[in-house]
């Protein structure tokens, strides 16, 4: 159970009452965003996910940054962006537990899993394959998004935000991290 009340309709006002009639009105008002509607500055600093998320898809493709995203959030442990990205594998026609990498997706959940575990040492062959494929812009926004992604996994770890209903059928289907078991 989340720790934090999710916000009602009738509880909101001003620029959070117009994102969440917005987000219910399009069906996108998940467990998450009723969380940070308790705070519009914070919501509105956490909706900048999504544009760094379309620039990701600009630069490395759907199939490419979803992986990344769920390599990022699996290896962060946070169940509820994992199953949001197992759900979007699936639906990219991908099993999540038997994906077939190419050398760019090698190195994008190498750099993920790396920037989870130590920030401070991520590798420097990973830094000389990512120039190999993208540029210094690319590689900001693709460092960027793995950080944006992180918030946004804490987040709802921290605040055991609950898994949508939508979710529920493969919440089974979450593999949680276990590097962290002998950390000290």
């Known amino acids: 159970m989340a720790r934090v009340q999710f916000v009602k309709?009738?509880?909101?006002?001003?620029?959070?009452?117009?994102a969440y009639d917005a987000l219910a009105s399009q069906g996108k008002l998940t467990n998450m965003k009723q969380a940070l509607l308790q705070d519009y500055a914070t919501y509105d600093a956490f909706m900048g996910w999504y544009t760094s998320w379309g620039r990701l898809v600009e630069i490395i493709g759907e199939k490419a940054a979803?992986?990344?995203?769920?390599?990022v959030s699996t290896t962060?442990?946070?169940?509820?962006?994992?199953?949001?990205?197992?759900?979007?594998?699936?639906?990219?026609g991908l099993n999540p537990d038997e994906l077939s990498l190419d050398e760019k997706e090698e190195v994008l959940v190498d750099l993920a899993q790396q920037i989870v575990k130590d920030p401070t040492s991520v590798s420097d062959e990973v830094f000389e394959k990512l120039k190999s494929f993208f540029s210094d812009?690319?590689?900001?926004?693709?460092?960027?998004?793995?950080?944006q992604m992180i918030a946004t996994n804490n987040f709802n770890?921290?605040?055991?935000i609950d898994v949508d209903e939508r979710l529920l059928?493969?919440?089974?289907?979450?593999k949680p991290a276990t590097w962290r078991e002998n950390i000290k």
């Open 9 to 18: 309709q009738d509880e909101v006002t001003g620029k959070a009452k117009e």
């Open 66 to 71: 979803t992986i990344y995203a769920h390599a």
């Open 169 to 174: 059928p493969i919440q089974g289907e979450f």
């Open 76 to 92: 962060n442990g946070c169940l509820l962006c994992s199953l949001f990205f197992i759900s979007d594998l699936k639906a990219l």
């Open 157 to 160: 770890s921290v605040l055991k």
């Open 137 to 147: 812009s690319e590689i900001v926004a693709i460092v960027g998004f793995a950080t």
